[in-house]
């Protein structure tokens, strides 16, 4: 089991950027070998795909409509996985989550949650116009 904490969520205004954290609480080493994902949901919406990265970090993977303004990243030596998100406009609301594929995923499958075997509770992000 990979267990996950993110942090970084607040309230920003329009136009700003945002570094969101994902941690990983145990010490095995399923972490090293982990897809990494960060997901949203928008209150009253289904949760969605944002951004996803291999084990290696040579690999990301974008959900098309926030290509270009957020940026994950990954250090295994922290055992951490980060979100960059810039100009941040008031759709991008939303509780961002953070989750593990622990055994990976090949391309065509990162963007689906059920793909994914851990996740978070969830950091809110709040942009103000």
Do not use: H
Request: aromatic share 10%; charged share 25%.
């Amino acid at each position: 089991q990979v267990q996950l904490v993110e942090s970084g969520g607040g309230l920003v205004q329009a136009g700003d950027s945002l570094t969101l954290s994902c941690r990983t609480l145990d010490t095995s080493t399923d972490f090293d070998t982990a897809t990494m994902g960060w997901f949203r949901q928008a209150s009253g919406k289904e949760r969605e795909f944002v951004a996803a990265i291999d084990w290696t970090g040579s690999r990301t993977y974008y959900s098309d409509s926030m290509k270009g303004r957020f940026t994950i990243s990954r250090d295994n030596t922290r055992r951490r996985v980060y979100l960059r998100l810039d100009s941040l406009t008031p759709e991008d609301t939303a509780v961002y989550y953070c989750a593990a594929a622990r055994f990976g995923l090949i391309d065509s499958a990162m963007s689906r949650p059920t793909e994914y075997t851990d996740w978070g509770q969830g950091t809110r992000v709040t942009v103000a116009t």
